[in-house]
């Protein structure tokens, strides 16, 4: 999962969750916060009470030496009040909830009970306000608070969204360079336009690291075309020599055979000097590709070519290309790079095996498959069978040597998507795109 979809998802399920636990506290808060204001409206109408008595007298609502209650729900309006005397015995102040009987109904109210004296008297003052009323507001406020959180979670998720991706756009840019490096040698370093000093971090990291391997390459690349041409000239001298005395009808034959097998090693030892050497010539572009080559040509040349090794094995070859491609590069190269994988693919075959060359257009390019019914390759080997300093070994022991290599090298050459699949005893698939 990329980073930046990790990033908003963490932002939008943390406000989520944060937004459940809000909304699941949200009626005691509301309800806590409604009866506090409700206590505080009650001792605030107990001031305004106290300052009727003062002006109008307590007699105006109790008679003085009467044992009656007085009660009214219209001098607050909104509660109601009750003024009746009391034994000093009977005094306990406090704010709480009870039930009051209105005609004949049984509501809860928020009462205030508070105990004064006045004119030589006690007196119990209740204030009360319907609970209904409070709780009808409180649900009110919950529906309203709950649309407005609901809203800024979304707007914050949003921004979220908006700020992460232009936060990472820099590491995108970096993931996008080095996509875009086919080579070392085509890496060029640049710097990145952000001001968030870790990715600047990063990118100077990367150009380092970059600009090591490049210059490792180009040190490894001159390494062997210097060497390779060093050892070009005494190999060269030395089957001269050997041939000489190859000539020579004297030669005893103990010493014919041995000198025979001498010229063998000394040809696969001519054989990988020039297999470095065309490596190191196309890695430093030392051919043109200026030619217009048809791989249906080039599959039937490279046919051609194998007749002979066929049929000594047995093998059959099927050719199934329904179209073809015309790819402008170099024939010799591209000749060697078809002739390599089917050479490998006689080679590691079994006695009576077949070769398969499937070419067809696809929606990204055309598209040419080798397969082989042979030996495989191991899953462990198949990451580094392009690698020309690994020395794999094929199941059979046999060493795969430079020609896979030489393969890619060609392909990259001309730019040709090059993927192998293989499974051990069932054959091996290289799959060549010529991207359109």
């Not at 908003?8 to 509301?30: Q, R």
């Not at 409206?41 to 009467?66: C, H, N, Y």
């Not at 080679?347 to 080798?370: C, H």
Request: glycine share 6%; with cysteine.
């Amino acid at each position: 999962m990329r980073l930046q979809t990790k990033l908003t998802l963490f932002s939008a399920v943390s406000k989520v969750l944060i937004l459940l636990l809000l909304i699941f506290l949200l009626p005691f808060l509301i309800s806590r916060v409604a009866l506090h204001n409700t206590d505080k409206r009650l001792l605030t109408k107990k001031e305004q009470v106290f300052d009727i008595i003062q002006r109008q007298g307590i007699d105006s609502f109790v008679g003085t030496g009467s044992d009656e209650m007085y009660g009214s729900y219209n001098l607050l309006k909104e509660e109601f009040i009750s003024i009746e005397p009391i034994d000093t015995s009977q005094i306990d102040n406090r704010i709480e909830n009870s039930y009051r009987d209105v005609e004949g109904e049984i509501l809860e109210y928020r009462v205030l009970s508070l105990a004064f004296e006045v004119e030589g008297g006690t007196y119990l003052l209740e204030i009360g306000r319907s609970l209904a009323t409070i709780r009808e507001t409180s649900d009110t406020m919950q529906r309203y608070a709950s649309y407005f959180l609901v809203a800024v979670v979304l707007i914050t998720v949003f921004i979220d969204l908006a700020f992460v991706r232009i936060l990472l756009r820099p590491l995108r840019l970096i993931l996008r360079r080095l996509q875009r490096i086919g080579h070392p040698d085509s890496f060029r370093p640049n710097p990145l336009p952000t001001t968030t000093s870790d990715f600047v971090y990063l990118n100077n990291t990367i150009n380092n690291m970059m600009m090591q391997i490049q210059e490792a390459f180009l040190k490894e690349k001159e390494f062997i075309g210097n060497v390779s041409h060093e050892l070009l000239t005494p190999v060269s001298i030395l089957q001269t020599r050997l041939e000489n005395l190859l000539n020579d009808p004297a030669l005893p034959e103990e010493m014919l055979e041995k000198l025979v097998e001498s010229q063998r090693t000394l040809h696969r030892l001519k054989s990988i000097v020039h297999a470095l050497l065309l490596i190191s010539r196309i890695e430093n572009e030392q051919y043109l590709r200026n030619e217009e080559v048809s791989v249906k040509s080039l599959v039937s040349d490279v046919a051609e070519e194998i007749e002979e090794r066929l049929e000594i094995k047995r093998l059959t070859l099927d050719k199934s290309l329904t179209d073809d491609i015309t790819w402008k590069g170099t024939y010799s190269l591209l000749f060697t790079m078809l002739f390599n994988v089917v050479n490998n693919a006689i080679k590691y075959n079994r006695p009576g095996g077949a070769i398969t060359i499937e070419g067809r257009n696809t929606s990204n390019g055309f598209k040419l498959d080798v397969k082989d019914t042979g030996v495989g390759i191991p899953e462990e080997q198949l990451p580094n069978i392009f690698n020309r300093f690994k020395r794999l070994h094929a199941p059979d022991g046999e060493s795969h040597g430079l020609g896979l290599p030489i393969v890619e090298t060609v392909a990259r050459f001309h730019k040709i998507q090059l993927s192998v699949s293989s499974e051990v005893g069932k054959g091996t698939c290289f799959s060549f795109l010529f991207p359109v």
